[in-house]
């Protein structure tokens, strides 16, 4: 079965530009993640999509970074303005969502540089 | 507030050597504890997942054990490979089953 893709893999901008990245998950899988990952540091959890809702976003910060979930399917995240503090690796993840143990299948990532 | 601790943060070893990483948590509520294994520029790999009423789990040369009541858990590499060399990172499910927290991972280097 096809994993889960993101694009673009690398993406370098100038601080308080604006920048989107794309995810689709695994087929038929109900829940969505962004993580983003720090150099040196564990993938942290900005976002947790259920079908199109969100379940958790207390780690994302809103003044500027935003996600959308459209049809339950595909989705985004997007910065702006994005500042120096952003540059990481962005892990979008997909699971079943369904009651009980939830295996995370991980994205390749899309590495961003704020310059 | 879940906090996940890896160590160390860097090992090298030469090749055939056994060798053990670790990971420690602070609340020991969690639902289970999974075992990734990230390499360069690619994603997460699942490795090993422990449900919390096990207290170990196999998978050919790897092996990791789980003691809830002292937030521990380690991974075991038999026989280390120059392939073995990755960064490691240990996650606890909690908030329900369906929300990881991740550790700081250990980069393991396997020489020649």
């Known amino acids: 079965e096809a994993g889960v893709a993101q694009s673009p893999r690398y993406k370098i901008i100038e601080k308080r530009q604006s920048v989107a990245f794309w995810c689709n998950p695994i087929?038929?899988?109900?829940?969505l993640y962004w993580y983003q990952q720090i150099l040196g540091q564990g993938p942290k959890l900005l976002i947790q999509f259920q079908n199109n809702g969100v379940v958790d976003d207390s780690q994302l910060p809103k003044d500027r970074f935003s996600a959308e979930r459209l049809k339950g399917v595909d989705s985004t995240l997007k910065i702006q303005p994005a500042k120096l503090e952003d540059s990481a690796v962005y892990l979008c993840?997909?699971?079943?969502?369904?009651?009980?143990?939830?295996?995370?299948?991980f994205g390749a990532g899309t590495r961003l540089s704020v310059l | 507030k879940q906090e996940v601790t890896q160590i160390p943060a860097a090992l090298s070893v030469p090749e055939g050597e056994n060798l053990v990483l670790n990971c420690s948590f602070t609340?020991?509520?969690?639902?289970?504890l999974q075992w990734f294994r990230q390499d360069p520029g690619k994603g997460l790999t699942s490795l090993l997942l422990?449900?919390?009423?096990?207290r170990e789990q196999t998978s050919g040369r790897l092996n990791a054990s789980l003691d809830k009541s002292s937030g521990r858990s380690t991974l075991y590499i038999a026989a280390s490979q120059p392939g073995d060399s990755a960064t490691y990172l240990c996650a606890v499910f909690t908030g329900g089953g369906n929300k990881l927290t991740f550790g700081t991972g250990t980069q393991l280097k396997v020489e020649l």
């Open positions: 422990i449900q919390s009423s096990q």
């Open positions: 087929s038929g899988h109900a829940t």
């Open positions: 993840a997909s699971s079943l969502g369904e009651p009980g143990i939830n295996i995370q299948y």
């Open positions: 609340d020991s509520a969690i639902y289970n």
